[in-house]
């Protein structure tokens, strides 16, 4: 959880950083009330702890502020002052105030009163968006500029996890224009695909037409396929992707996209709007090479490098460049490995039977059960289903202890 503390008084910030960081809170720190509103919308803080009396901007202004953005008026507010006074109490309830206390305090106390209003604040997120029929769903883009690692099979069977996770609406998205392998892998039949959309006129871009165009899975998942035959890349508009991705977003809670081996303007904008951007490579010098040339460019693009993840997938039991070395080389930790498993994925490929669904105990279907959580939306994370998963219950049995 993100904690953004604003207080004038650095004592109480060294105070809480131990405290925090054994509770697995990540703490931020703003010395005075401007700074502490420009580092909201940046570090989007799950809890805020407000020192009441601070320089440029007090903490009442903050909380006046905060509940009037409708994107942090559910965040928990903990408000700290020197001063016991209830005039000052009941003006911070008044502002929307979660709790309150007064300085000198117990680092464990504030930590304990941290853990029930995270969960109250989730909740209340929850209740908001189903209110509103909000839907922000989780996309994650599966990318790499080196074909051969796997990413159309990944795309599939990381996919059936987020579903067989949460049993939420999820939509495999192929937007591979050319030769997309998403219906093959599923063996499926698609009854439409992105050749219904071409020529279409944007303002006839209607909720009915995109939902035709999701073919069902008999799974239970969902599947936009790619046309029977190429088309162009550059077929459809920027404002005819945006709008289409716009409903796409309304109609599921999680969309895991295939894209091509490039930087099309299909792939730029399939990778500008994601949620996570995961980019596969496997352990050999030209899929290093690549991935290296992939994260330059994202940087060029401005695409936050904060959103991607990289995936080794060892197309070897025994790789030849070791997971340390690529590390080292891309200066940066790879956060997934899938395991080498040749049989089983293999005849997955060549039946159109995800190893997923057919064989659920492989240990690379217990990585992606693994990535699906980690990929999924903290406040999701945070609320236990009403009636937990097989695949949701060995994930979370094997998660640290709190």
Known sequence: MRVLLIDDEQFYFKLLQKALKDAEYQLEYAKSGNEGLAKIPSFEPEMLIVDLKLPELDGFEILTRLRRDPKFSYVPVIVITSKDELSEKLKAFELGADDYLVKPFQPEELVARMGMLARRGRAIQMVQKEAT????????????????????????????????????????????????????????????????????????????????????????????????????????????????????????????????????????????????????????????????????????????????????????????????????????????????????????????????????????CLVLEKMAYALSDETLKGLPPAMPSPTWKRVTSQLPKK
Request: aromatic share 6%; proline share 5%; hydrophobic share 45%.
């Open 133 to 364: 029929g909000a839907n922000d769903a989780t996309i994650v883009t599966v990318h790499s500029l080196r074909g051969g690692v796997g990413c159309s099979s990944i795309v599939v069977n990381l996919g059936l996890a987020f579903y067989k996770l949460w049993g939420k609406q999820t939509l495999l998205l192929d937007s591979v224009l050319t030769a997309g392998q998403v219906a093959l892998l599923l063996d499926a039949k698609p009854t439409a695909t992105w050749e219904n959309l071409v020529g279409l006129e944007p303002e006839n871009l209607d909720d009915a037409v995109v939902a035709e165009i999701m073919c069902s899975h008999k799974s239970g998942i969902r599947y936009m396929a790619s046309p029977r035959y190429p088309i162009a890349a550059d077929t459809f508009t920027t404002e005819e992707l945006r709008l289409l991705m716009e409903k796409i977003r309304k109609q599921n809670d999680f969309v895991i996209v295939d894209t091509s081996h490039d930087f099309s303007d299909m792939s730029i904008h399939m990778l500008s709007m994601s949620s996570t951007i995961l980019l596969v490579m496997a352990p050999e010098m030209a899929s290093l090479r690549t991935t290296m040339s992939a994260l330059e460019i994202y940087d060029r693009l401005g695409i936050s490098l904060d959103k991607v993840k990289i995936a080794l997938n060892n197309n070897s039991s025994n790789p030849a460049i070791k997971q340390a070395q690529l590390e080292k080389v891309l200066k940066r930790p790879i956060d997934f490995v899938l395991p080498f498993e040749a049989g089983e994925v293999n005849r997955a490929l060549n039946f159109g039977q995800p190893f997923i669904l057919n064989n659920p105990d492989l240990p690379i």
